[in-house]
């Protein structure tokens, strides 16, 4: 994959991950992100069954909520303290 597709990709992503032309077990793990980033009381053994049948272990498995889990936890340590926002980051949307 060269930069400028790269970029489109990333992008997408960016975007809306379901438009985005990715792998089965990106899908899957992006779904998995999602839901445990919005919804986290919601989880259940099914997500951790999608995963394992995308092809992910138990190793990737842990690996996976942990950066989701600590993503989300920094994310709103930062928000709690108005942390500013890096150069060329789009501002959060109000709601």
Same mark, same amino acid.
């Given at each position: ?8 990709? @990333?992008a ?27 919804? /986290?009381g ?7 069954? *999608? ?10 498995? %842990?690996? *996976?909520?942990?950066v !989701? *889990? &600590?993503?989300? &936890?920094?994310?709103? !340590?930062?928000?709690? !303290? %108005?942390?500013? @926002?890096? /150069?060329?980051? /789009?501002? &959060?949307?109000?709601?």
């Open positions: 994959m060269d930069a400028a597709q790269r970029e489109r990709l @990333l997408a992503v960016r975007d809306d991950w379901r438009g985005a032309a990715l792998a089965a077990e990106d899908v899957a793990l992006c779904a998995f992100g999602q839901k445990l980033t919005e919804s /986290p919601r989880m259940s053994a099914d997500d951790v069954a *999608a995963l394992r049948a995308a092809g992910f272990d138990d190793g990737q498995i %842990h690996d *996976a909520l942990q !989701v *889990a &600590y993503f989300n &936890y920094i994310n709103r !340590v930062a928000d709690a !303290v %108005h942390v500013e @926002l890096e /150069p060329g980051m /789009p501002p &959060y949307p109000r709601g």
